[in-house]
């Protein structure tokens, strides 16, 4: 599990294609307490399991899960405003890349790499927080979602079979970097080569950042170039 230095993979790769919250940006603290709040209001605690899914999937699937887990009379619509009311301003406003992660994309596309991204998050928080941030215009495709039809999460290789071609780079010649374990063997099993990023919120404990790093083929604890 080595660190993916950018002169190190000219060489093997074409393509980069980038998660975002919690490997990209420093934002799944801002997830983290729309969950509390949202759950807390009404009753119930966020457990390990619930934040294991609900991390990996698009807005409206997690919406429907906590809808039917914990029997509420919320319609998935009003529990994804609620959401988006809580986390849109932080987007918009004061989420920032992690340390070093502007400097890595910065000498990747100085480097020629087809840079793409493959987010959970819906469009319009995507857009804000990239051009807020400086690097919307480094990405030649950005994927959520709910651009593809019929994935509602990273645990199937869709999102990035469709952001590799996107880049116009195949996925043996493409590297995914990811926070969560599920996400991960969503890609793997795309035939792509796999970057942990650590996120403890993303990865969960110590124990699994050392499981999920030493299935991948490179690993990021932070960013530097």
């Known amino acids: 599990m080595s660190y993916p230095y950018l002169d190190e993979l000219k060489n093997k ?4 294609i980038f998660d975002l919250d ?33 991390k990996s999937v698009s ?32 987007y918009k406003e004061t989420v920032e ?8 994309l910065m000498a990747a596309h100085k480097a020629g790499f087809k840079i793409g991204c493959a987010t959970a998050l819906t469009r319009p928080n995507t857009e804000a927080v990239l051009k807020r941030c400086g690097v919307y215009d480094l990405f030649r495709a950005i994927l959520t979602l ?3 039809k019929g994935c509602p999460d990273k645990r199937q290789p869709d999102i990035y079979l469709k952001t590799a071609a996107a880049i116009s780079s195949d996925p043996e010649k493409t590297l995914v970097y990811e926070d969560v374990p599920l996400a991960v063997i969503g890609a793997q099993t795309g035939n792509f080569k796999v970057c942990a990023v650590f996120d403890i919120v ?17 690993s990021i604890r932070v960013w530097n170039n």
């Open 202 to 218: 993303g990865v969960g404990t110590e124990e699994n950042w050392e499981i999920m790093a030493n299935n991948c083929d490179y």
């Open 59 to 90: 807005i409206d699937d997690a919406a429907l899960y906590t809808k039917n887990r914990f029997n509420l009379p919320d319609s998935p619509e009003s529990i994804m405003k609620e959401w988006n009311d809580f986390v849109g301003r932080g």
């Open 97 to 104: 890349l992690k340390p070093g992660a502007y400097e890595y």
């Open 22 to 54: 919690g490997t990209l940006l420093d934002s799944m603290n801002l997830w983290a307490q729309a969950d509390i709040a949202f759950l807390s209001k009404r009753g119930f605690e966020v457990t390990p399991d619930y934040t294991d899914y609900v």
């Open 146 to 148: 709910d651009d593809i």
């Open 13 to 16: 790769f074409d393509g980069l």
